[in-house]
């Protein structure tokens, strides 16, 4: 299985400061016959499912603030928050889906 | 908009089967597109992927838990459905139904999930 480790498991950020999570696969998730990242975030606040963010590593849901970006490639990801609103405060996990099966990170807790 | 609703008995007995039923509402559960999954959170932890099935009945589970998933489909009442045999205290979670886009064989990123449920394995 590849395993996704993030890091920090918890931060916590001042209200409009940027918020940055890694996230680091235990082998290449970069398939290198369409070069794209099989990766994915969500956001999950208490009480409620999962929400997907971004997937391809780089590319926005629609709807989802502009405020998140995702990059990196291969092995090493980064979700960044750009300016901290209080409805960020949630835990966010990354996705393989490269491999089989696919697997997500332990998660990362975002406070005020 | 498309959404998921799960439904199942929110506690278990152990060694007994855990049976979850979900059902889409705004959307067809038919086409190639879509895979329809399961994954679990016990409290307080991470994501599991279980399972998924498309609409044509092909299975992928996680190895992990293979030998005791079984996920099957219901196209006429626009349903797919969890049998998770032989549980214990650590099959304890929130189940959650999904829908994963699908970018390989049995795999995909997951675009819409339903509110998940509480299943709880006790005596």
């Known amino acids: 299985d590849i395993v996704m480790t993030q890091s920090p ?4 950020v001042s209200l409009g400061e940027r918020a940055t999570i890694n996230c680091k696969s235990s082998q290449s998730v970069l398939y290198s016959s369409d070069n794209k990242n099989y990766l994915a975030w969500y956001q999950q606040k208490p009480g409620q499912p999962p929400k997907l963010l971004i997937n391809w590593a780089s590319i926005r849901e629609s709807g989802v603030p502009d405020r998140f970006s995702g990059s990196g490639s291969g092995t090493d990801f980064t979700l960044t928050i750009s300016s901290l609103q209080a409805e960020d405060v949630a835990v966010y996990y990354c996705q393989q889906y490269y491999g089989v099966p696919q697997t997500f990170g332990q998660g990362t807790k975002v406070e005020i | 908009q498309l959404q998921l609703q799960e439904s ?9 089967t855990l049976s979850l039923t979900c059902t889409l509402s705004g959307g067809s559960i038919s086409g190639n597109i879509y895979y329809w999954g399961c994954v679990r959170q016990p409290p307080g932890k991470g994501l599991e992927w279980i399972g998924s099935i498309d609409s044509s009945g092909n299975t992928y589970y996680s190895p992990t838990l293979k030998s005791r998933v079984t996920i099957s ?3 006429s009442r626009n349903q797919f459905s969890l049998k998770l045999s032989s549980v214990t205290a650590a099959d304890t979670a929130v189940y959650y139904c999904a829908r994963l886009t ?6 995909g990123y997951f675009d819409s999930w339903g509110q998940g449920t509480l299943v709880t394995v006790s005596s």
Do not use: C, N, Q, Y
């Open chain 1, 9 to 12: 498991d918890s931060l916590a």
């Open chain 2, 102 to 107: 699908i970018t390989g064989t049995s795999r």
């Open chain 2, 73 to 75: 489909v219901d196209a």
């Open chain 2, 8 to 16: 199942g008995p929110g506690l278990v007995k152990p060694s007994e």
